[in-house]
Each structure stands twice: as structure tokens, then as C-alpha cells.
T-cell receptor, first 114, second 111 residues
């Protein structure tokens, strides 16, 4: 049973380009969380999704950022017109049933905006 | 919204010394989880506490959940260099059930 898979592991984008980060949850998991982590800082909640639904996007900037978790395929975090300040590690986690179950993290995507 | 606070932010100890990190939530938690992130790695689940006043042990690690279910602590006895990393507490909160993390305590251990 493969763990949470994130790709790419490293992504370099020029300012103004789009960044697409993918997350395949563990098999059978329907709850996905995205977090952003700056160096030496904590995990900042961005968005919580269940299959085909955004449950809570209160941590995600309203402009340029979007997330989806389609019925088929991975969850996608999309950042349009990236700026230097978007450079960070983006982690996705999945859980089986949400509350009261542990979250399994992917290895993250390190985004660098040049 | 719900906030989860952790102290201290950093802790430097000599190998063999004890270490404790504290976690406080602005709201009552249904449960609390602890994760460890090694340098350059991703968070890995350690344990979950559910009951008021619960205490769980994993070898040299002792986890406590407060009576009011608003605070928790992680204590490591006789630290080793393998304990190096950042320890996060996390709780499910808000009306939507999202998983909120504290800012973590970064532990460094001097051999």
C-alpha cells in the first residue's frame, strides 16, 4: 500500500508562471489536507478537501490559489502567476475518515520561484 | 478561528537531558495528535490522545492530554541524537473539522 505520493518533489518556476502540485492520497483515503511550510516555520493549513468537495479553504489566499480533489485522479493545488513569496514547501496529507484518525503526509513539493 | 500554540519554539539540550514541549488550544479539542518532522523530511504521526487526562508512553516519550482537553505535553526522557527534529501537536477543530498544527518545537541535541 503506497503512501501519500506528491509530485513533483522539486519545482522551479519563474515569476508569473503557474505551479501545479499533485497529491495522490493513500488508497482508500478520501480526506486531503494541504499545508504550506516556510523554512524554520510551522505547517500552515491551507485547504481541506474530500472527494469532489472543498470542505474548508479558509487558509488559502483567495487570489491565485485554487485546489481540487476530483472523483478520479490526484488532488491538485494550483498557484497562478507565482511570486517569490510563494516559495515554500507544500505538504499534502490524507486521512481515512477525517476527525480522530491520523494523517499521513507526503514528502512534499519544494517550490522555488525565481 | 481555532488556534494551537506551542512552546518553546526552540530547545537545545545536551544528550541525556530531558525535554518537554507544551501545546495549548484556544478551544476544547476532541483529540490531539503529535507528529515529528526530521530535518528535510515530512511530518510523521507519533500518537493520538482522546480522553481527558490521558497519558500514553512510547519508550522514552510520554504524552499527556489535559483534563480540560485544551492542552497537551510531550516529554522525552534522556534525549538522544536521534530525537533531533521538530515536534508538532495538532488538533481537529473549526466547524469543518480541518487539522490545525501548532508551530512546533525544534529540538536539537548536542552529543
Amino acid at each position: 500500500n503506497a503512501g501519500v505520493m506528491q509530485n513533483p518533489r522539486h519545482l522551479v518556476r519563474r515569476r508569473g508562471q503557474e505551479a501545479r502540485l499533485r497529491c495522490s492520497p493513500m488508497k482508500g483515503h478520501s480526506h486531503v489536507y494541504w499545508y504550506r511550510q516556510l523554512p524554520e516555520e510551522g505547517l500552515k493549513f491551507m485547504v481541506y478537501l474530500q472527494k469532489e468537495n472543498i470542505i474548508d479553504e479558509s487558509g488559502m489566499p483567495k487570489e491565485r490559489f485554487s485546489a481540487e480533489f476530483p472523483k478520479e485522479g490526484p488532488s491538485i493545488l494550483r498557484i497562478q502567476q507565482v511570486v517569490r513569496g510563494d516559495s515554500a514547501a507544500y505538504f499534502c496529507a490524507s486521512s481515512l475518515t477525517g476527525e480522530r484518525t491520523e494523517a499521513f503526509f507526503g514528502q512534499g513539493t519544494r517550490l522555488t520561484v525565481v | 478561528g481555532q488556534q494551537v500554540m506551542q512552546i518553546p519554539q526552540y530547545q537545545h539540550v545536551q544528550e541525556g537531558e530531558d525535554f518537554t514541549t507544551y501545546c495549548n488550544s484556544s478551544t476544547t479539542l476532541s483529540n490531539i495528535q503529535w507528529y515529528k518532522q526530521r530535518p528535510g523530511g515530512h511530518p510523521v504521526f507519533l500518537i493520538q490522545l482522546v480522553k481527558s487526562g490521558e497519558v500514553k508512553k512510547q519508550k522514552r516519550l510520554t504524552f499527556q492530554f489535559g483534563e480540560a482537553k485544551k492542552n497537551s505535553s510531550l516529554h522525552i526522557t534522556a534525549t538522544q541524537t536521534t530525537d533531533v527534529g521538530t515536534y508538532f501537536c495538532a488538533g481537529y477543530g473549526g466547524s469543518q473539522g480541518n487539522l490545525i498544527f501548532g508551530k512546533g518545537t525544534k529540538l536539537s541535541v548536542k552529543p
